[in-house]
């Protein structure tokens, strides 16, 4: 079966996410994916989701386009179809919703905790998926612990019958046991090659609980990439940071991969609340993490050795790669990933 790849961008200004979201598309990438925050640490550009991707609907033309992910703490899942729906009415049918249950660091500081979020994650997803096909003479009414609504509906577009499929950022046994019940696809954030059967398995066990089968999801792996020249590309010993510290925002595969070291619970992405010390924590405590571990999760080497990697994470299950370019990406990136990895891979 051919294998789907997403482009993951990067913060950055909006010039920047424009010309590589054409270049991905040009590129050969079936996705483009646009993360959604209030909030970071670091300096970088953080702008709202649904905005960026709306500009992008009209930059590109074939690509799918959405979030990783809109968190269900933050917008009412009525205000979230409405977005959804636009931004398919606009891309002419391009959209994908990613919907997760949400982080401190975008929380807290609106006042907003995250109570029942796995509640709150499974009635949203029954609201969404209801809204986005509910009409004016088969309106969606809807009455859970958290949500409800009373014969409504969105007239957005007549034209266009097919709805933005929903994708999970589940991280937990249970939000993946949810994604397996009533979502479209999954998008884990860190993982291995070793523990991503494992949560597959997870995904597996919400799809019996809605009759389903795993086949009917869409399963990405997140993959962060670089390309290198040879062992000793001096660009290897730069991305070594950056790894660390997606694990430590997740935390639980950085367990999973050996660290026995105890994590500070302010650095946790679940718990992080942006203040002047994170940063610098976070770095302080990446630059412990030695590189065995950290290019675990990620595809580091010449295409042979990364086609080799998404080649067993394909066996396991996957059949979507997020890609995020590690370092400084140039249009020469771009090219080698499509005639030498994905070019190859979809062709033997």
Same mark, same amino acid.
């Given at each position: 079966?051919?294998?789907?790849?997403?482009?993951?961008?990067?913060?950055?200004?909006?010039?920047?996410?424009?010309?590589?979201?054409?270049?991905?598309?040009?590129?050969?990438?079936?996705?483009?994916?646009?993360?959604?925050?209030?909030?970071?640490?670091?300096?970088?550009?953080?702008?709202?989701?649904?905005?960026?991707?709306?500009?992008?609907?009209?930059?590109?033309?074939?690509?799918?386009?959405?979030?990783?992910?809109?968190?269900?703490?933050?917008?009412?899942?009525?205000?979230?179809?409405?977005?959804?729906?636009?931004?398919?009415?606009?891309?002419?049918?391009?959209?994908?919703?990613?919907?997760?249950?949400?982080?401190?660091?975008?929380?807290?500081?609106?006042?907003?905790?995250?109570?029942?979020?796995?509640?709150?994650?499974?009635?949203?997803?029954?609201?969404?998926?209801?809204?986005?096909?509910?009409?004016?003479?088969?309106?969606?009414?809807?009455?859970?612990?958290?949500?409800?609504?009373?014969?409504?509906?969105?007239?957005?577009? !007549? +034209? *266009?019958? $097919?709805?933005?499929?929903?994708?999970?950022? #589940?991280? @937990?046994?249970?939000?993946?046991? /949810?994604?397996?019940?009533?979502?479209?696809?999954?998008?884990?954030?860190?993982?291995?090659?070793?523990?991503?059967?494992?949560?597959?398995?997870?995904?597996?066990?919400?799809?019996?609980?809605?009759?389903?089968?795993?086949?009917?999801?869409?399963?990405?792996?997140?993959?962060?990439?670089?390309?290198?020249?040879?062992?000793?590309?001096?660009?290897?010993?730069?991305?070594?940071?950056?790894?660390?510290?997606?694990?430590?925002?997740?935390?639980?595969?950085?367990?999973?991969?050996?660290?026995?070291?105890?994590?500070?619970?302010?650095?946790?992405?679940?718990?992080?609340?942006?203040?002047?010390?994170?940063?610098?924590?976070?770095?302080?405590?990446? !630059? +412990? *993490?030695? $590189?065995?571990?950290?290019?675990?999760?990620? #595809?580091? @080497?010449?295409?042979?050795?990364? /086609?080799?990697?998404?080649?067993?994470?394909?066996?396991?299950?996957?059949?979507?790669?997020?890609?995020?370019?590690?370092?400084?990406?140039?249009?020469?990136?771009?090219?080698?990933?499509?005639?030498?990895?994905?070019?190859?891979?979809?062709?033997?």
């Amino acid at each position: 079966m051919k294998s789907k790849f997403g482009y993951s961008i990067s913060w950055s200004s909006f010039e920047e996410i424009t010309s590589k979201a054409i270049l991905a598309e040009k590129s050969g990438f079936d996705s483009i994916w646009y993360h959604d925050h209030l909030m970071i640490p670091g300096d970088a550009p953080v702008l709202e989701s649904f905005s960026v991707l709306t500009a992008l609907a009209t930059k590109t033309n074939r690509c799918a386009i959405g979030q990783s992910v809109v968190d269900t703490s933050r917008r009412h899942p009525a205000t979230i179809a409405h977005s959804a729906l636009t931004l398919n009415h606009i891309s002419k049918g391009r959209t994908f919703l990613g919907l997760g249950t949400g982080e401190a660091m975008n929380l807290t500081p609106l006042g907003l905790d995250m109570a029942k979020p796995l509640k709150r994650l499974r009635e949203s997803l029954q609201f969404v998926k209801g809204l986005f096909t509910a009409t004016k003479n088969s309106p969606f009414s809807f009455s859970g612990d958290i949500f409800s609504a009373k014969n409504l509906f969105l007239n957005v577009d !007549d +034209k *266009i019958t $097919s709805v933005p499929p929903i994708y999970v950022g #589940a991280s @937990g046994p249970k939000t993946r046991e /949810i994604t397996g019940e009533f979502a479209d696809g999954w998008v884990p954030y860190v993982h291995s090659l070793s523990n991503y059967g494992r949560f597959v398995e997870d995904i597996v066990n919400g799809t019996k609980k809605s009759k389903r089968k795993i086949s009917d999801l869409d399963l990405v792996a997140n993959v962060p990439v670089l390309i290198t020249n040879d062992e000793n590309d001096v660009r290897r010993k730069k991305i070594g940071r950056s790894l660390s510290i997606r694990l430590l925002l997740e935390g639980n595969t950085l367990k999973d991969l050996g660290w026995k070291q105890e994590i500070p619970k302010e650095i946790l992405q679940s718990q992080m609340v942006i203040n002047e010390s994170v940063s610098k924590t976070l770095e302080q405590e990446a !630059d +412990k *993490i030695p $590189s065995e571990i950290t290019e675990q999760i990620a #595809a580091i @080497g010449r295409p042979a050795q990364i /086609i080799e990697i998404l080649e067993k994470y394909k066996k396991i299950g996957a059949n979507h790669f997020l890609i995020k370019f590690l370092g400084q990406v140039s249009n020469e990136d771009f090219k080698k990933f499509n005639s030498e990895i994905m070019h190859v891979m979809n062709n033997t």
